[in-house]
Structures are given as C-alpha cells and as structure tokens.
C-alpha cells in the first residue's frame, strides 16, 4: 500500500499561507501516523524521509512566523525524529496538528498531557493558566544576538499573570521585511515593539514562500538608515493593519524624536525602562480595544432590579413569561434578551439621538476601527443611513451625479432632499443581464456637460456603489483624485453597503471610502505635493491638477455592517470624513439623523454594532482573510470540475470586466494550468475589480432561469439560501461566517442538481428535449439588451438639454389622480408609435436585477420597453400586471408645458 500522501504540497498550488501552512503540517502528520512501534524502520526508507524532511524545511521557514507552534518547537520535534524517539515524535505532531485544526490553543491554555510534554520541551512553565484566558500573540522586532532573545522570552514568561484576562506569546524578529511578512501571515498579531536599529533585509531564504508575498513589493520604505527603520515600519504597520497596537524602544531622547514618531506609536519607551512597562501598557491597550461601552453597559443594566413604569410591557420579560400563551416565544429566546429591552436612556443607558455616555463611546471606537473622523450607528437599515446622509448634505434643485443602478432608497432620498439626479450610466454585461459599475470616462463627461452649460456650480455630490451587488469594486482613490480636478469641493457618498468588511485586510482596503479620504487628505496637504502643484503652474503645457488651497475632502459613506460583519439584522454605520464637517455640515447632519432615528432604538441592534467592532479590531484581519479563502476554495471547486462544469460556469474577471479598465491585464483569479494568480496588481491599478467573495454562476446551460433555479432547486430541495439573481445567473456570496463545511454542502448541492439534470434530460421525449434545448438557447443567446437612462421629459429637465430632472416634482405630481393613467406593457409600444411620449409617474424597479427601470418624469424609451416585456420576473415593484404602467395622460403634461411656458 502506498502510504505518501498524493498530492505534491508546493506553494504555488496554494492561493494563501494559511493554507500551504495547514497541509504542510497534516502533511507531517499523515506520513508520520503511518507507522506503529512495529514498523518505525519504515520512516528509514528514503521516499518517507525526504517527505518529512521537505516538511521540516517548509515549517523551520514558515513557523519563524509564529509563537504557536513557532520555531523553537519545530526543532526540537525535528530533534526527536533525529534521534529516534518516533513514538513521541508522532503523537506529538498529531497533537500539534489537533490544536491548530481546532484552535483550541488560542481558547484553552489549561494544562493537558500534551501541553505539560511541550511546556518541558520549550522550558516553559504556565501550567496555572485559566482555561478562558483570550490569547494573542506579539511581535519584537529588535536585532538581538540569540542570548538576549533567551533572557527577553524569560522575563516575559516571568512577568505574565495566570490570573490576566489576556495572555500572549512572543514572536522575536530582527529585521523589517520579517516583521512585515509576519504581519501578513499571522493573524494572530496584536501588538508589535519595535526597537530603533533595526536591519532592513531578511537573511532568510523566501524563494519557498515569495507567491504569498509579492505584495510587499508595493510597499516603499524612504528611510533605509538602521536609525530611521524603526519608524517606518511602525507607518507602514498603521498602513497594513492599523488596528494593531504600536510600542516603540528608542535610544535617543523624548525631544530628538519628531512628532511623526510620537503620532504613529502608543507610547513610546526607552532601552534603561523595566519590561514590566511594556508588559502592562500592551494589556492596557488590549483592554482598550476590547471594551465594548454600550454592549457591557446593557449587560449591567439587565442585572439590576428594577420597577417598569413606563413604555413596553416586555421589558424583562414580564408580558412573556407570565402569559399562559406565549411560552414557546419566551422559551425560544431565552431571558436575557427580554431582560436587556427597556426604553430607558438613563441608568447606565444612553440616548442614540444625543448620546452623551456608553453610546458616545461605543460610536468613538468604531470611528477608530473604520478609520473615519465621525460614526454614527444607525438601526433601521442602510436605506435610511442613505436617506439621512443626502437630507444632510444636499438641499432643492442641487445637482447629484448619481450611479442609475444603485439601490432605491438613494433614489428616494433625492425626492425627500429635493435635490436633482443627474444619472449616469454603467457597462453593461448584456450577456449576464448584468450591469457592471461607471466608467469614470461617464463621469467626467457628465461634468464637462455641466459646466459647458454653466451648471458645474449647483454640482454638490457624487454617489456611486462600492462594490456593487455583483461585487465590481472603483478605485476610489482614482475617481475622487480625478474628479477633485475639476470639482474640488465635490461631496462624496460612496454606498459600501456590501463592502463594510473591506477595511480590514490591505489589499481591499485601499479600495475603501475611508482609507481613500485619509489618505487624499494627507496628500493634497504635504509639501511634496504643493511643490509639485507650483511647480506644475510655471511648465510651459501645465496638467490639472486639484488645487492644494480649494480642495476640501468630503467623504461619506453607508455601510450595512449586518451584511457582511457580525452585527443584527439592520444594523448599519455612517462613516465621514469630511474637513467641512464641523463649519458646512454637522447642524444639518444631526437634524436630518433625527428625522429619521426613531426615538424608541433596538437595543440588541445597537449593542451588536459595538460588539461587532470589537470583532473586527481582534479578528477582522483574519475573518476577512479566511472569507476570500473559502470564495478561492468553491471557485476552485467549480472550475476543476467535470460534471459541474456541463451546467454551471463561474463568471471570471474578464466576464464582468472589460479590457479597457483592466490594465493589469488580469483574466481571472485560478487558471487550471497556471494555478492562482495574484490580484495585487490588479487592486492597485485597475479601473475596476471584481470582489472575489461574490460569486456569480452563469447557469444558463441548465436551460432554467435565475429565479426558477434559486427556488425550486436551491432553496425548496436543500435550504441553500442566496439573495440575486439575473435571468441566467445565480450570486453566492461568502462572508466571515462561512466555513469549509457550507462550501462543502454547496459544491455537494450542485453536483446533486447536475445528476438530476443528468436523470431529467436522459428521461425526455423528443419534444421535451427540443422544449430544453429552446430554453438553453434563449438564456444563452437570445439575451434582452441592457437599456441606459433614457431623459427625464422636458418639462422635467431643470434646464432644457442639460443633465438634471426635477424628480421630487414628477413624483408628487402623481399624487393627483386625475394626472396619471395605466398602460400595459403590450400597449406601449402602439402608443410609442403613434408619437406619444409615455412618461413614467413612479418607480418601477424589477426585482432582479433591484434598482429602477423608470423614475418620475422619465420617458419610455424603446430598449427599456423591450427589456421591460423581455423580463420574466415575478416580482416588479411599481407595476401591476392587471393595470400596468402608471403614466401622466397626455392632457396632465400638456398642461404642465402650457404652465411652465405661462411662468
């Protein structure tokens, strides 16, 4: 029998570390499990002891990296295979591998026979610790001989308390380019000292894992001088994973440092200080960010007695678990949550609408994680967040250039603020029925339109989606640094709905509103860039550029945090950073928040908003990571197989993204003769990205439509639950909770599905396979043409042939009866021929693909009636299928023109 594992572990076959670190160590453990005191000899035979040997070298690079297992710990299981203590050797990578599998080392730190065997090896001694101590890791970055490293380790061990909420272990590295590499690879980080001094280049072979760390390149470090390393690591760590905490040993004296290195640091310390300063100022900061004020204070507060009179019946519990009726409804939820409802706001409490205390404090730490200036916790959705954000900031007849497909509440809230769309258009994907996101080419003509007609002044915002449902992300930094050239005090309201979770890994978070505000506000107020601004206004052919003195960077943006974050249902985040804040926005910030806050907040909802930050502080690096990973695996999954592959196709980057705004040149994320392929590149330079944990299924070989095929096969055959469909796709989506497992269900799902179309197709008459085959051929080939926005009607235009439509007023118009009339889809087009112009008096929004189709005062066009009849969804907001369309009468907008003349 051939006992070696089959598959060859190299890292290029990997499209992360935390997956080549996995295998290589099951990879261990399977060789070394083979074998029984009987058949030690075995391990002699060259084969097995080149696979254990390859193993050893792969783990002595990789496990530098970490305090658990760490390096020490490799080398001496390598030491006992040396000198043949076998039995020991196998149990105790079957141990090690058992406690990486499940983590249980990072939740059980209890003495077990296993732990006690490996606290001897390694010369520890904690076997009082608590069984619920939370652990971390930190990383020293000083270049110490290996005596010096001995005696730091032991007076850290010394000087930790089993009694300690926390506790860590130390990683020690000697130079920046390891330090970084430890900071991509483990998550595990939370804390990092940094001596002054420190060498700049790794004296470790990489070449085994340079796949998993190309996108270090892109990193520039100015400073190469020992002396200044120090500190620009600790930037390039604020850059990286800036929720980490920050320490810095320094040699010199408080007022030789600049102030950038006070700024970057939590505190800073000298070489002469007691390690118990630092000891105790990391748990400090640990406690810091673990502290959720609102969550713990609605704990305490549902612990205290307390008489109710006043609102609420249920407040705890006592209309519930005193009904003879409603049992099952208490038992279902189980005390604490009826104990946490109240509607007090005092008492330990806070008030959402004025916050003053817990809630104060709790939205601090999230403006802190989310890297914003000002958050605010909003309980009813993300569709309220944006309706609040454009009551605050736009006002009647202002100009808002504004993504046609994004969601409808952005539409709504341009008729509550009065304000006036200017819509633009995305690339289409006809082929998918999808639409991608705005060419900032659109953009940028919009606004040239505008100022051609003398409008540019009345432009008061750009409002796009990022990423969009399909999971096409902008490169913010790109757009807004274009469109400040020409609008430099432009607002900007970018809808991350979908995206809340991208702030914490690097390489999706330079594609955030928040990360891209700071750093376009550094920029524009450095001396580098004036120098170059002024240097620009004196060249012969000067470029536009935005000017240093007129910019003002105003960046909101809207996230449903419940989407992709830990957070309850409608729980949801405005995030700003906008340097007028204080002066132009902040009254009618707060006065608009309050029109849409209710008085009576969800509790729960708010209590996981903190909570969830808390998460994401700790574990969001490492959650957001794993998301990809498990997105990569089933795309993997769907793309190698054979039988999947008859009926189903992943949508790759070259499917939702043209070539022209891909100069990276990137196709896909796997290819099956190549393997993975890095999307660095691509998110530092493209126009567009596609967000890889949003899955798009092409099934239209299935010959059954999107929405047929999320009901009848995934949903009512085996519980699989997803959100959109298009008419011949399907969307999964992977999130910080999906685990192997739920890919595994899936991909199993799928193949099911493939058998029973297999079984189904096998079992046709001849007529039912050409029905089939008509079917396939339509959601293959016979695809309705994606329409653009057609034009609001003139006496809807703000200005005649200009961009702009009077929206707000079209929509009220209709709430006089005798104005609008129905019209059937079939009837349109008779009507469009005999020279009417049908003018739509309501939204009509398709569900999919979810955004408007028609808006008040738009005009039918003949592509958006041929995609209108085309359309075999069920569900169209806006449209009755008994009565029609509803519709100004020709008599209503002949007498609106006659007036709009008179005036």
């Not at 930190?138 to 009694?163: C, G, M, P, R």
């Not at 200080?273 to 713990?296: A, C, V």
């Not at 409802?341 to 008492?347: H, I, L, Q, Y």
């Amino acid at each position: 029998m051939d006992l070696l594992p089959k598959k060859q572990f190299k890292a290029k076959n990997y499209f992360n570390i935390a997956q080549f670190r996995s295998d290589t160590w099951n990879n261990l453990k399977l060789v070394s499990c083979h074998f029984d005191h009987k058949n030690f000899e075995k391990l002699k035979e060259e084969e097995f002891r080149a696979k254990i040997f390859d193993s050893f070298k792969t783990l002595n690079i990789i496990e530098r990296y970490f305090a658990y297992p760490g390096l020490a710990f490799v080398k001496r299981i390598e030491d006992m295979y040396q000198h043949g203590e076998y039995g020991n050797f196998t149990h105790t990578v079957s141990e090690v591998v058992r406690s990486l599998v499940s983590q249980s080392y990072r939740t059980n730190r209890k003495a077990t026979e296993t732990e006690e065997s490996r606290r001897k090896m390694l010369k520890e001694d904690d076997s009082n610790k608590p069984k619920n101590q939370n652990y971390f890791e930190v990383l020293f970055v000083d270049d110490l001989h290996d005596e010096d490293q001995e005696i730091l380790l032991d007076k850290f061990k010394a000087i930790k308390n089993s009694k300690e909420q926390f506790t860590y272990d130390v990683i020690l590295l000697s130079n920046l380019e390891d330090a970084l590499i430890a900071l991509l690879f483990n998550s595990n980080i939370q804390a990092c000292v940094i001596r002054s001094g420190i060498e700049y280049n790794s004296t470790n072979d990489l070449s085994e894992i340079s796949s998993f760390i190309g996108g270090l390149q892109a990193i520039k470090i100015k400073e190469k001088t020992k002396m200044d390393l120090g500190h620009s690591l600790g930037e390039v760590i604020k850059s990286l994973r800036p929720e980490l905490d920050l320490f810095y040993i320094a040699d010199m004296a408080v007022s030789q440092l600049d102030h950038k290195t006070l700024d970057c640091f939590n505190r800073i310390f000298y070489r002469t200080e007691d390690i118990q300063e630092i000891h105790l100022s990391i748990l400090h900061s640990i406690k810091e960010r673990y502290n959720t004020p609102f969550f713990s204070a609605l704990m305490d507060y549902s612990k205290k007695p307390t008489g109710v009179f006043h609102a609420m019946p249920i407040s705890r519990g006592n209309s519930i678990f005193r009904s003879q009726w409603l049992q099952d409804f208490g038992e279902f939820y189980g005390r604490n949550i009826f104990l946490a409802e109240t509607s007090a706001t005092t008492g330990g409490l806070d008030s959402l609408l004025q916050p003053t205390g817990p809630l104060k404090k709790a939205q601090e730490l999230a403006s802190q994680a989310y890297g914003s200036k000002q958050t605010f916790f909003v309980t009813n959705g993300t569709s309220t967040a944006n309706k609040i954000v454009l009551q605050a900031l736009v006002e009647p007849d202002d100009l808002v250039l504004i993504d046609r497909d994004c969601h409808k509440s952005h539409h709504y809230g341009l008729v509550l603020s009065g304000a006036m769309p200017v819509y633009l258009d995305s690339y289409p994907v006809p082929e998918f029925s999808m639409y991608g996101a705005v060419p900032l080419s659109e953009i940028k003509k919009k606004l040239e339109a505008l100022k051609k007609a003398g409008r540019l002044d009345k432009v008061k915002m750009l409002l796009l989606t990022n990423c969009t449902f399909d999971g096409i992300v902008y490169n913010v930094i790109k757009v807004m640094s274009e469109i400040l050239k020409i609008k430099p005090d432009l607002i900007f309201l970018w809808d991350e709905a979908w995206f809340a979770f991208a702030g914490f890994t690097p390489i999706y978070k330079q594609r955030t509103a928040m990360y891209a505000a700071r750093f376009l506000a550094k920029k524009y107020k450095s001396n580098s860039y004036r120098k170059k601004y002024n240097e620009n206004l004196k060249s012969e052919n000067p470029k536009l550029m935005v000017d240093p003195d007129l910019v003002k960077i105003r960046v909101y943006a809207t996230q449903s945090t419940h989407k992709t974050l830990s957070s309850l249902r409608q729980g949801s985040m405005i995030h700003i950073y906008d340097e007028s804040f204080k002066r132009k926005a902040e009254d009618s910030f707060h006065e608009a928040y309050k029109t849409h806050t209710s008085t009576s907040p969800n509790y729960q909802i708010l209590a996981s908003l903190d909570a969830g930050r808390r998460q994401v502080q700790f574990e969001g690096y490492e959650m957001v990571e794993k998301a990809i990973e498990m997105a990569m695996v089933l795309r993997l999954k769907i793309v190698t197989n054979p039988q999947l592959r008859k009926y189903f196709e992943v949508l790759s980057v070259k499917n939702n993204i043209p070539a022209e705004y891909r100069k990276s040149g990137i196709t896909e994320y796997y290819n099956q003769s190549t393997g993975w392929v890095r999307m660095e590149e691509a998110w530092h330079k493209d126009e567009f990205v596609l967000d890889p944990t949003k899955i798009n299924l092409f099934i239209g070989k299935t010959g059954v439509d999107g929405d047929t095929f999320k009901n009848k096969f995934l949903m009512d055959q085996f519980g699989i639950q997803i959100n959109k469909t298009s008419r011949n796709t399907v969307l999964f989506m992977t999130n910080i909770g999906t685990t192997r497992s739920s890919v595994a269900y899936l991909v199993s799902v799928l193949l099911k599905i493939a058998d029973q179309l297999d079984e189904q197709k096998a079992a046709m008459s001849t007529a039912e396979l050409k029905i089939m085959e008509r079917n396939v051929h339509s959601l293959t080939k016979e695809t309705p043409p994606l329409p653009d926005f057609s034009r609001f009607h003139s006496t809807f235009q703000a200005v005649p042939n200009v961009p702009g439509g009077r929206i707000r007023e079209a929509y009220f118009m209709a709430y006089d009866e005798t104005k609008y009339e129905y019209i059937r889809r079939g009837e349109c087009k008779a009507a469009m021929e005999s020279g009417r112009e049908i003018v739509s008096a309501s939204f009509v929004i398709p569900y999919p693909p979810g955004f408007p189709i028609l808006v008040p005062g738009q005009v039918l066009s003949k592509d958006i009636l041929e995609f209108f009849i085309k359309l075999d969804v069920t569900e169209i907001h806006g449209y009755r299928d008994e009565l029609g369309i509803r519709v100004f009468t020709e008599e209503a907008m002949a007498e609106r023109k006659k007036q709009l003349i008179k005036n």
